[in-house]
Nanobody, 124 residues
C-alpha cells in the first residue's frame, strides 16, 4: 500500500514559479514510476509529467515542456514538480500518482495510487 500526499500548491502570478512535492509512504517507492496529473475546472484530468523509478526517464506533456521539471528523491520518497513561467491555463488541481513498474505509462487507468491533490491558481 502506498499513500501519497501533495503539497506546495497556492496562488501565484502569471510568469511566476511554484514547486510541488509529493511525499510517499511504503518501502518500495523506487519501484514505482511517479507521475503528475492535473484537472482544471470543467475539464478532464490530464497527464503533466512522469518519471521512472530510477529517475532516468522523464516524460512531459507538450503543454508544459520547457517550463516544468519533474524529479524524485528515492531516499526521501518524494517526487517534485518544479513549475516555471506559469500561465493562467496551468490553473488546476495537481495530483500525484504512482504506477508500479519500470516504464512510465501515460494513462490515468494505469495508475495504482493517487494523492488527494493540491490546488494551483495562476492569476493573470
Amino acid at each position: 500500500q502506498v499513500q501519497l500526499v501533495e503539497s506546495g500548491g497556492g496562488l501565484v502570478q502569471a510568469g511566476g514559479s511554484l514547486r510541488l512535492s509529493c511525499a510517499a509512504s511504503g518501502r518500495t517507492f523506487s519501484r514505482y514510476c511517479m507521475n503528475w496529473f492535473r484537472q482544471a475546472p470543467g475539464k478532464e484530468r490530464e497527464f503533466v509529467a512522469g518519471i521512472s523509478g530510477s529517475g532516468g526517464s522523464l516524460y512531459y506533456a507538450d503543454s508544459v515542456k520547457g517550463r516544468f521539471t519533474i524529479s524524485r528523491d528515492n531516499a526521501q520518497k518524494t517526487v517534485y514538480l518544479q513549475m516555471n513561467s506559469l500561465k493562467s491555463e496551468d490553473t488546476a488541481v495537481y495530483y500525484c500518482a504512482a504506477d508500479w513498474g519500470g516504464t512510465v505509462i501515460i494513462s490515468i487507468d494505469a495508475m495504482d495510487y493517487w494523492g488527494k491533490g493540491t490546488l494551483v491558481t495562476v492569476s493573470s
